[in-house]
């Protein structure tokens, strides 16, 4: 099992985490507003992922538009770790064991998907305290690990696991699509006479991303909306009771299309978070291998 692909997976997230993180902040006060469910996020506040970006910073300070980094940090380092280590891991130990066969995309799909599920649970309480850091007007962030202990006092355990449900079926999707997807583009790109470079990298992991935000879209907006809903005691105030619930109510309410809400800060996020994550996990690979006087990468 190649420790390089979890390293260098941790280390890729964490790179492309930090230089797209306003974009994900807007995505996440985008995707909140407008909601029936809950007045206090009634309003129709941003008009899109530019105003939403220029109207916080104006209104509560450009570092507001950098909100929950240090949770959302902490979960990439984590969750890249864990999802791609076993990815590249189980591949590689397949494709060792079956000399010149690829392992096949079904196969990768559910790689992926599994691979993904397993990184969301666990990071579930760090993706918690970044929503609700970037969905909040606060101005400094608490600390880290006070920032747990005070929503397991008010919450319980199921205050840091709010969301996770709908978290994991968006990361079964976006890791079942994206991964594979890079990896069989890359492939069939190579395959059809363009060298392993950076441009091949590039169209590659652009277009994981774009298939990835519009499989994964409707249930990262379940996810958001559940993750930011507080403990709420009045029985009289509705509350998400489920993924299916979420979507439901917000179709009803706000018709299907509110299911893509943010999808363009989600791309422009997701699309360059890729290109950032790939390019920057394809220059670890190169790093490894000068560094290890190898002539091909170990994952």
Not at 11 to 33: G, N
């Amino acid at each position: 099992m190649p420790w390089q692909a979890f390293v260098y997976g941790g280390l890729a997230a964490m790179t492309a985490e930090a230089i797209t993180f306003p974009i994900d902040m807007s995505k996440t006060r985008l995707q909140i507003q407008g909601q029936v469910a809950d007045a206090r996020l009634s309003a129709l506040k941003y008009l899109g992922m530019f105003h939403t970006i220029g109207t916080v910073a104006r209104q509560e300070g450009v570092l507001s538009l950098f909100n929950g980094a240090k949770f959302a940090l902490l979960r990439q380092g984590t969750y890249g770790t864990i999802r791609l280590g076993i990815y590249y891991s189980i591949k590689d130990s397949w494709e060792r064991r079956n000399v010149g066969s690829k392992m096949p995309l079904p196969h990768l799909v559910v790689l992926g998907a599994v691979a993904g599920v397993v990184g969301s649970f666990v990071t579930t309480p760090t993706d918690v305290m970044r929503v609700r850091m970037q969905a909040s007007h606060q101005t400094k962030t608490p600390p880290l690990i006070n920032s747990f202990v005070v929503i397991f006092k008010t919450e319980g355990l199921r205050g840091l696991y709010r969301g996770a449900i709908p978290n994991a079926q968006r990361a079964a999707v976006v890791n079942g699509v994206q991964i594979p997807t890079y990896d069989v583009m890359k492939r069939n790109l190579i395959a059809g006479g363009l060298e392993d470079n950076k441009p091949t990298h590039f169209a590659s992991s652009l277009f994981a991303g774009f298939l990835g935000s519009c499989f994964s879209q409707p249930i990262d907006v379940a996810k958001t909306r559940m993750m930011n809903q507080k403990l709420i005691t009045d029985p009289n105030v509705k509350i998400y009771k489920g993924v299916l619930d979420t979507m439901l109510s917000t179709v009803r309410h706000e018709g299907v299309p509110a299911l893509w809400k943010g999808f363009i800060p989600t791309f422009c996020r997701l699309g360059p978070w890729n290109v950032l994550f790939f390019m920057s996990l394809e220059q670890f690979r190169l790093l490894d291998n000068f560094l290890n006087d190898r002539t091909k990468a170990v994952f």
